[in-house]
């Protein structure tokens, strides 16, 4: 039998039920192996569903810092008879399953190599109460793999005592059950498991945390006093992140109140209408939603284009369309938000693609959304929102202050002869508002969605109308200079094949361009983070024969944006296309783009792609 | 407006309810949806700002600029049309989280800037201008309100200045989610013999619950009442609504007696007036979230961020 050797490079699968409690000890396993030092990117693939149907934590460990999804598994815990079938086929050969034996079987696969623990069994020796005995065997896989890989077991131990802080009694007894696993494991199952994970020094500087949670905190730190929302996966941890932060962060330590408000609306429209209401009275404020919560709020997207007030909305993208597939990633929403609401509106898009970039377009969105006076969209996705991610640590410079833009208080009233909410002064685009009640006799307007002239009043005079439009149109200009610039990958180019890519996919981008260069295949390859797109973008555009376009849509949403809004001619763009819901892979990557510049047929196994 | 649109007196007795109040229109802001109601605001206190938001949507608006401000007096104007119907789930939620505003409906029965269509406040006799029947039954806003939880529920009629500028009054002192349902004729469309929202029908079927008096803080009451008959209900700052000639068998601080009393008129074919319910101990939604007392517009990074130091404690967690 074959065994996979490796060291700090693999993937390990958990096929649980839905419900079981296995989320927090297949958390806690890769939290251990980020404490080792080795990057880990663990993806949570659930149904849409509470309590009973199948379930997967997929981690990847990669020293190299490869980080993106792959195929494949060379480690399986197979803790779902109703998945085994599945679970068996993903196998790599020569990898191993685990599974428990308290009910032993026979597997088809003859070249994989079945590690057999009975945890059930182990648990009902060692616990009474039934409910416990089920969570507990989850730390006892946990305790037997620190043992299996090489691990050190004392970093579980530590990461029990923090995970139960303050609940002192469950200490104890999830040590016990992680000694059981090890105890197992060292007893019975020697030499039975080549992968190992060695203590590295790759993690230092960083940090283990998902982009919602880090978005959450962007906000905070952003100046977000109010957040409106409609609970939607997978957008909700974003809201609650938040809600959090601000529980430990936004209290006022005199009064015990709260410098913060949170409402969980009624609706999507409500949400919105509420997050638009405060920005336009000059608090900061944000809704959080996915896909169908942005077909929603349109209307109201297209009020506070045209009526220009400051908004944040986060997309955290999931599979579409309509209700689709809640619970898995795609990016296809560019399109939807890029144009979101009738007539003619275009919005700011702001798209990270790691936690840490969440954290800092989080809170720049404000900055943004107060110098344009519009919506700023930040399109995550599902893959970014809701996974952990091993990413460098946030950073904040304390001389920072927040740029509220054009705004006109009392005192600068009093100088000004001639207020006009939509007047042009600046020859930007970007025009001067004013707080409600910030002056006695000066500064009051009426904002509004119907069509209006430099002075909020009602208008249906075409000419005015149309240079209300145009003026629109300049400070979209305007704003892509503001934006956050692209990425490059490489400091010059050296290719007259170029790729760009956004958002999630850049986890496996970098792989994928190693294992083209492996192939002789150099590219230029240049990342996407905000629509209106700056002049960078175009020049790199410009300066290639032609490019791919990585999205994990149908449609080739981003390909089509590029196109509309450059006047790129298509023969130009070629698209790479992922959406069956599974974050993109390198393999997809560079097999799609290998075999369309050699004219080979694609390598990718992977069917419905 | 139309010459003789209700909505002007309206819009008149807002303006005189202020005037009287000593409110400045600055720290006013008046927020509405879309339709003929809703356009009103662009018309009286100019030196407030006004928000003309999307159609049934300016609960919502009111919510957040409220969240941001409190300080400020929210005027919500809106329609049947934009309240009964397309925003009914909006107004809802912005009585049952007991948002600071006065939201007034300005009710006329139909949908004047389409045309005339019915809307879900009109009676089911009422006939359209087109001599149509109306369907379906009529939705009472004040009732569904009082359900709600609204801490203030009035009714009144455009063409009853003497009773609605002290139900404005009262309703702008009042802390909490103040409802008036204004029925104001709609003379282009529903205004007609059979309609039962005209000024002719209001005037006959019209029975008023009390006589309403606001009282200004600090000013004597001098009037007096039989036992019964009078009420003085005191507001937050003080000042009182005074409640005269009331009926013995209802208590305007009961939710069941106000609704028996609606339902008691509504099969007598008759529109109850007045000020149906208040609850003046209710907490409002910025008291229920617990927010600082600063608003939150003018809070500042000082306030706002947590920086450095805290960033690394929470790396330190992260890692």
Redesign the interface.
């Given at each position: 039998m074959t065994q996979i050797v490796s060291t700090n490079e693999f993937v390990i699968k958990f096929a649980n039920v839905n419900g079981s409690g296995s989320a927090s000890a297949n958390q806690m396993f890769a939290k251990g192996i980020f404490r080792s030092g080795v990057p880990v990117s663990p993806k949570n693939i659930f149904p849409s569903n509470i309590q009973g149907l199948p379930t997967w934590f997929e981690v990847r460990i990669s020293e190299k810092g490869y980080l993106g999804r792959t195929e494949g598994v060379d480690i399986a815990v197979a803790m779902n008879p109703q998945s085994y079938n599945e679970d068996l086929r993903e196998i790599n050969s020569g990898g191993y399953l685990i599974y428990d034996s308290s009910w032993k079987r026979d597997f088809e696969r003859t070249d994989i190599n079945i590690i057999e623990i009975p945890l059930t069994k182990l648990c009902v020796e060692e616990f009474s109460n039934p409910k416990t005995r089920l969570l507990f065997k989850n730390i006892v896989y946990v305790g037997a793999l620190s043992y299996l890989l090489g691990m050190d077991k004392e970093i579980y131990e530590t990461l029990i005592a923090e995970q139960f802080k303050g609940k002192g009694k469950l200490i104890a007894p999830n040590i016990k059950a992680l000694n059981i696993g090890y105890d197992y494991a060292s007893e019975n199952l020697k030499g039975s498991c080549e992968i190992k994970v060695n203590k590295s020094e790759k993690t230092k500087g960083m940090i283990l945390t998902s982009g919602n949670d880090a978005s959450g905190l962007g906000c905070v730190y952003g100046g977000a006093t109010v957040c409106a929302w409609y609970p939607i996966t997978p957008s909700t941890s974003l809201a609650e992140a938040f809600t959090d932060y601000c529980e430990k962060l936004r209290i006022e330590e005199e009064t015990n109140k709260n410098k913060y408000a949170v409402i969980q609306a009624e609706d999507e429209l409500a949400a919105i209408g509420m997050a638009i209401g405060a920005n336009w009275n000059g608090a900061r404020a944000f809704t959080a939603t996915s896909g169908p919560g942005i077909s929603l709020m349109n209307e109201f997207l297209g009020l506070a284009y045209f009526a220009e007030v400051p908004l944040v909305v986060f997309d955290i993208q999931r599979g579409g369309p309509s209700t689709g597939m809640p619970t898995r990633t795609q990016q296809s929403d560019v399109l939807s938000c890029a144009y979101a609401s009738h007539g003619d509106t275009k919005h700011v898009l702001l798209i990270p693609s790691n936690p840490k970039e969440c954290f800092e377009f989080a809170a720049e969105a404000f900055d943004l959304a107060d110098r344009i006076q519009t919506p700023i969209i930040i399109l995550s996705d599902l893959d970014l929102g809701m996974n952990d991610w091993s990413c460098p640590e946030f950073e904040w410079d304390d001389s920072k202050t927040y740029d509220r833009g054009k705004v006109l208080h009392a005192k600068d009233l009093e100088e000004i002869e001639n207020f006009g909410r939509y007047l042009d002064v600046d020859g930007d685009g970007i025009p001067y508002r004013t707080y409600p009640g910030a002056h006695s006799e000066k500064g009051a307007y009426f904002t509004r969605g119907t069509s209006h002239d430099e002075y909020a009043r009602y208008t249906e005079d075409g000419v005015v109308n149309a240079r209300n439009l145009s003026r629109l149109l300049k400070k979209y200009q305007t704003a892509s200079d503001m934006v956050p610039g692209p990425i490059f990958n490489q400091e010059t180019n050296s290719s007259p094949l170029g790729v760009i890519y956004f958002g999630s996919t850049e986890a496996s981008m970098q792989e994928a361009l190693d294992k083209l260069h492996e192939e002789g295949i150099v590219l230029d390859a240049m990342r996407i983070r905000a629509f209106p797109f700056n002049l960078e973008v175009w020049e790199f555009i410009e300066d290639h024969d032609l490019l791919f376009i990585v999205e994990q849509n149908r449609d080739g949403q981003m390909r089509t944006l590029v196109m509309a809004e450059g006047g790129i001619i298509p023969d130009k763009l070629v698209s790479i296309l992922c959406f069956d819901g599974q974050p993109i892979t390198a393999d997809f990557i560079s097999n799609k783009m290998s075999s369309h510049i050699t004219g080979s047929p694609s390598k990718s196994a992977s069917g419905g792609k | 407006m139309c010459a003789g649109c209700g909505h002007d007196s309206i819009s008149a007795a807002i303006l005189e309810a202020c005037f009287q109040l000593n409110i400045?229109?600055?720290?006013v802001?008046k927020?509405s949806g879309i339709g003929c109601s809703s356009k009103a605001?662009?018309y009286f206190l100019?030196?407030?700002?006004?928000?003309?938001?999307?159609h049934g949507?300016m609960?919502?608006?009111?919510?957040?600029?409220?969240?941001?401000?409190h300080?400020?007096m929210y005027l919500g104007i809106s329609g049947d049309g934009d309240t009964a119907s397309i925003g009914i789930?909006?107004f809802?939620?912005a009585a049952r989280?007991q948002l600071n505003v006065v939201y007034i409906v300005e009710n006329n029965g139909t949908y004047g800037l389409t045309k005339g269509q019915f809307s879900a406040t009109n009676d089911l006799e009422s006939k359209s201008k087109y001599g149509e029947d109306n369907l379906f039954p009529p939705i009472d806003l004040a009732a569904m309100a009082i359900q709600l939880g609204a801490s203030f529920v009035a009714r009144s009629f455009s063409g009853d200045k003497n009773q609605l500028i002290p139900l404005l009054k009262a309703s702008m002192k009042h802390k909490g989610f103040s409802f008036l349902d204004v029925i104001s004729p709609c003379v282009a469309f529903n205004n007609h013999s059979t309609s039962t929202k005209s000024y002719d029908y209001i005037r006959e079927h019209n029975e008023s619950v009390s006589e309403t008096d606001f009282v200004p803080l600090g000013k004597e009451i001098t009037a007096s009442y039989d036992e019964g008959e009078s009420v003085q209900v005191p507001l937050h700052d003080g000042s009182l609504i005074s409640l005269e000639k009331l009926s013995k068998d209802f208590d305007p601080s009961n939710k069941s007696s106000s609704l028996a009393k609606i339902n008691k008129a509504e099969e007598e074919g008759k529109v109850l007036t007045g000020l149906l319910y208040i609850n003046t101990e209710a907490k409002d939604l910025?008291e229920i979230?617990?927010?600082?007392?600063k608003?939150?517009?003018q809070?500042?990074?000082k306030?706002?961020?947590?920086?450095?130091k805290?960033?690394k404690e929470?790396?330190k967690d992260?890692?």
């Open positions: - | 400045s229109a600055h720290r802001a927020l605001p662009a100019n030196q407030a700002h006004g928000f003309n938001s999307v949507r609960p919502s608006v009111a919510t957040g600029a409220n969240l941001a401000n300080e400020l789930g909006q809802v939620h989280r910025k979230l617990n927010v600082v007392d608003p939150l517009n809070l500042n990074e306030d706002l961020c947590p920086g450095t805290k960033l929470i790396n992260l890692s």
